[in-house]
């Protein structure tokens, strides 16, 4: 086995969160006009699903890229603890000034998990808003 080539492996997690899209900077009325529905002054909310892939060397002791239950633990611990069954915009303090979009989520998380995976691992994430809208963090240019 070729011990240079990289492996990618694949979990799924979900949370649900309410948040507005407001920008406090803009007019009530631009902000309608920008976010429709989703400037809404009492929320909406979102079945948020996760999508990560972890990147890196299969150890040779153990056949793994990253054990499941540690990346298992390690998304609990720092983002479905954190975001599940919350108001972003109140309940998460990585929002209290930067607009809950799809995409700021996804960075967010991604600067929670990325940093605190072994090293010589990489991440890359979806992060589905709805079963059609989706972004994905980092992309390459």
């Known amino acids: ?10 979990r799924k997690e ?37 999508e990560l892939q972890v990147t890196g060397r299969i150890d040779p002791e153990t056949g793994y890229v990253i054990d499941m239950k540690i990346l298992s633990d390690l998304v609990k611990e720092k983002v479905t603890d954190r975001f599940d069954h919350k108001n972003l915009n109140l309940d998460v ?15 967010v998380i991604h600067g929670l998990l990325a940093p605190a995976l072994p090293a010589g691992l990489s991440l ?18």
């Open 1 to 10: 086995m070729n011990r240079d080539q990289k492996v990618s492996v694949y």
């Open 14 to 50: 979900h949370f649900n969160a309410a948040h507005r899209l407001n920008n406090p900077a803009w007019s009530a009325e631009k902000n309608k006009a920008v976010f429709g529905l989703c400037n809404n002054n009492n929320f909406h909310g979102h079945n948020y699903e996760l």
């Open 93 to 107: 303090p990585e929002f209290k000034d930067l607009n809950p979009t799809a995409e700021n989520i996804a960075v």
């Open 124 to 141: 890359k994430i979806k992060l589905y808003e709805t079963p059609r809208n989706f972004v994905e963090y980092p992309v390459e240019w």
